[in-house]
């Protein structure tokens, strides 16, 4: 794993430099599904890169990125998205990072991710625990759910997709407080971190979270669905947190009665 890791955090530092090339210098500009959603020279270029990099070192591992699709399968699988947070890179709000997971034999077992303009690097490997810049991580101590930080996001259209305004208004009438930073890895490497005790989310992508479960897990947290199933990638509902408020979060966002 260690050449592994060395060559994700590789690739993700690649993905910054492109990152902050971009922010320095300008950047053309796409709709992708509808005029919210949308895709930069920045995405596309970062993506390139980390593929050619891992493909090079790797040839026979197989790669899915949120601008490129996926080849064809095999054993080691990189699953990549090279700029999350991009609605956040288009308006310069500095909250926007690369991540990179290795799923092995279907199991998620590396996660890095990058934060490049803080130069925040979360990584974990399974069983070695999660680290950042180098300090072990872990998670919060709350262990009530009332007064903790949450952090939630949305679907591009959410006036397609409402559903998670109900676990939103949900929480904000139980008194939470709730932040949407914008960038899914990087909000469930805060929890890693003891940043934010919670953070929930619907229709996410794999390549959103496939390095950030694995940090989150290995700082101490937990990652499941609404129900407190465990989680498997590609899943509509992801719930993480410190494990402490855990049932209690489940019980006030996604429990019918609670509305
Ligand atoms: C998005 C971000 C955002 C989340 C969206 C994602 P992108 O990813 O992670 O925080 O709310 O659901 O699609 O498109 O910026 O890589
Ligand atoms: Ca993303
Ligand atoms: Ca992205
Ligand atoms: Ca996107």
Avoid at 137 to 148: E, M
Avoid at 251 to 256: G, K, R, S
């Amino acid at each position: 794993m260690d050449d592994l890791l060395a060559s994700a955090i590789a690739a993700a530092r690649l993905a910054r430099g492109i990152h902050l090339y971009y922010q320095e210098k300008g950047f053309a500009v796409d709709t992708k599904t509808g005029p919210t959603d949308l895709v930069t020279q920045a995405d596309r270029e970062a993506e390139a890169a980390v593929k050619a990099f891992l493909l090079e070192r790797y040839p026979d591992h197989a790669f899915l990125g949120e601008e490129g699709g996926q080849d064809h399968e095999a054993a080691y699988r990189w699953i990549v998205d090279p700029l999350d947070g991009t609605v956040n890179f288009a308006h310069r709000f500095p909250f926007f990072a690369v991540s990179i997971g290795l799923e092995v034999r279907g199991r998620l077992e590396l996660g890095v991710v990058l934060d490049s303009t803080r130069d925040e690097l979360f990584w974990a490997v399974r069983g070695r625990g999660a680290y950042l810049n180098g300090r072990p991580l872990r998670v919060s101590a709350t262990d009530r759910l009332i007064g903790s930080l949450l952090a939630t996001g949305f679907p591009y259209d959410v006036s397609k997709d409402r559903e998670n305004l109900v676990y939103f208004e949900r929480a904000l009438e139980h008194g939470l407080t709730v932040r949407r930073p914008g960038a899914a890895a990087l909000d469930l490497c805060y929890v890693a971190a003891g940043r934010l005790d919670g953070f929930w989310e619907v229709k996410l992508k794999p390549w959103d979270v496939a390095a950030a479960v694995v940090i989150v897990e290995e700082a101490g947290g937990r990652v499941t669905g609404l129900a407190g199933e465990p989680y498997a990638l590609g899943n509509r509902y992801i719930v993480a947190s410190n494990g402490r408020i855990h049932a209690e979060m489940i019980e006030a966002l996604f429990t019918e009665a609670s509305g």
